[in-house]
């Protein structure tokens, strides 16, 4: 099974820019690359997801590496309400929707 | 609406006890999904219905049984639990089945068990 590999953490300021770096060097050829966010006291969120090309929602933009051996979240301003720790997830070959998490990076926003 | 509902929020029981969670979706879709959440770890999956049918049960104890009446409807029933399956247990849905590639799940809340 494709395993992916976050930093434990990461500081940001208010209103700069984050990008939170993902390994996946195992993923196969059909994996989809999906990114949640856990608030405190709450429950998962989606937040983007892609295959190959770059994504852009509202939330984020995915940058995806040609070899998509790692991938990358951004998120364009960060404020304090994007305090979470972000999950990166590989769904594996054949299971669609079947979401593995791991330790995830707790991003940390400085006013 | 994209909500999923859990209920109750907190929940203490004792190890003899028989309690429910209940999950609630009105978002049409056909995938729900529990979860259980030790402090300060990721979630793990436990349970994926799809269309109503037990698709994936990931090897968890007899003790946590997974019911889901319809569509809009999933509840995890409790008995004899032990001290080490206190934990936030989440609900999630999704548009399609645990094998459709690409569909987000959409998570409620949780409900934080305490079993004493």
């Known amino acids: 099974d494709a395993k992916t590999t976050q930093p434990n953490s990461m500081e940001s300021n208010e209103e700069e820019p984050v990008h939170l770096p993902c390994n996946h060097s195992t993923i196969s050829g059909t994996d989809y690359i999906h990114w949640y966010r856990q608030l405190p006291s709450q429950g998962p969120e989606y937040v983007i997801h892609?295959?190959?090309s770059n994504v852009n929602n509202r939330m984020a933009s995915l940058a995806i590496a040609e070899d998509r051996k790692s991938s990358t979240l951004i998120l364009h301003r960060a404020t304090l309400r994007d305090a979470a720790v972000y999950y990166c997830i590989l769904t594996y070959n054949n299971a669609g929707n079947m979401l593995t998490f791991g330790g995830g990076t707790r991003l940390m926003v400085k006013p | 609406d994209t909500e999923v509902t859990q209920t109750p929020k907190h929940l203490v029981m004792g190890m003899t006890n028989k309690k429910s969670l209940k999950c609630e979706q009105h978002?049409?879709?056909?995938?729900m999904y529990w979860y259980k959440q030790k402090a300060k770890k990721p979630p793990e999956l436990m349970f994926v219905?799809?269309?109503?049918?037990?698709?994936i049960n990931e090897s968890v104890p007899s003790r946590f049984s997974p019911e889901c009446p319809n569509s809009s409807l999933l509840n995890l029933h409790l008995h004899a639990l032990q001290p080490e399956d206190s934990a936030l247990y989440l609900c999630?849905?999704?548009?399609?089945?645990?094998?459709?590639?690409?569909?987000?799940?959409?998570f409620g809340p949780g409900t934080r068990l305490t079993v004493t």
């Open positions: 219905y799809s269309y109503e049918k037990l698709s």
């Open positions: 999630a849905s999704s548009l399609s089945g645990p094998h459709y590639m690409g569909y987000e799940q959409y």
């Open positions: 892609g295959l190959t």
């Open positions: 978002m049409g879709h056909r995938a």
